[in-house]
């Protein structure tokens, strides 16, 4: 059998990049609108910060605005709060991201539930899970498993009627990503660490969803000869050489080019379409705030 295709997310995720960007341009000529994307990052974790930095250069990259607000570990709830009620309020933020995980003092719910989910671009407001659990368009959506539905359907075009296995039930990922592919109209199971039978499961699928974090979890023969294999994880393991490491996936990809139709890489597939779907939530929040049309993108 013919090895799988690879799925080039960060080409895509430039291309996507390059039409925010164009459609930021079109939205400060027509209308005098700029839009704005403010972080937060509670602490010192040092993957958070990367990610932070890359958010911010993205965003500006894509000729919106950026405004970011580190703040000490030590942050209590109530200064938390405070921020976020400021960021509401300010006509020039159209986009909130508090980057997650949080510090162990402040309680991540009450948090998320702060932001106006207007300008909730992470996705994570429970007015916006509820929109994508019902179906109901016009929330925001989280941006990994958007960045994954967009590399699908490039992929495969229209999904309905596929057998979807998502491996992960989070929040951030697998209960979103489960909600899209029905959207879709695919006939989805949720696999998670108690699920029986995990490998048989994971054979029925023509799409594949690892969002586990767990390095090489998913082996060659747990894949469906030509099924389209997404990998969300990002795992930092020990390299070949003493003192380095090097970044895994959830899926043993070796193996999975031997079996699967499509698969995406790690590094190089999911991870780069996290921040442009971001940087198209935040343009469309823009829109969605001023009363102006969605632009497509
Ligand atoms: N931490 C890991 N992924 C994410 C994400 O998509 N959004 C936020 N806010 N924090 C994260």
Known sequence: MAEAKIIDGKAFAEGLRARVGAAAAALKAQHGLVPGLATVLVG???ASHVYVRNKNTQTVAAGMQSFHHPLPATTSQAELLALIAQLNADPAVHGILVQLPLPKQIDTDSVIAAIDPAKDVDGFHLINVGKLAAGIGGGAVPCTPMGCLMLLKDALGDLSGKSAVVVGRSNIVGKPMAHLLLGESCTVTIAHSRTKNLPEVCRQADILVAAVGRPLMIQGDWIKPGAAVID?????????????????????????MKVAGFITPVP????????????????????????????SL
Request: hydrophobic share 45%.
């Open 44 to 46: 010192d974790d040092p």
């Open 232 to 256: 969300v994880g990002i795992n930092r393991v020990p390299g070949a050489e003493a003192g380095k490491s090097k970044l895994v996936g959830d899926v043993d990809f070796a193996a999975a």
């Open 268 to 295: 190089g597939g999911v991870g780069p379409m996290t921040i442009a779907c971001l940087l198209r939530s935040t343009l469309l929040a823009a829109c969605a705030i001023h009363g102006l049309p969605a632009p």
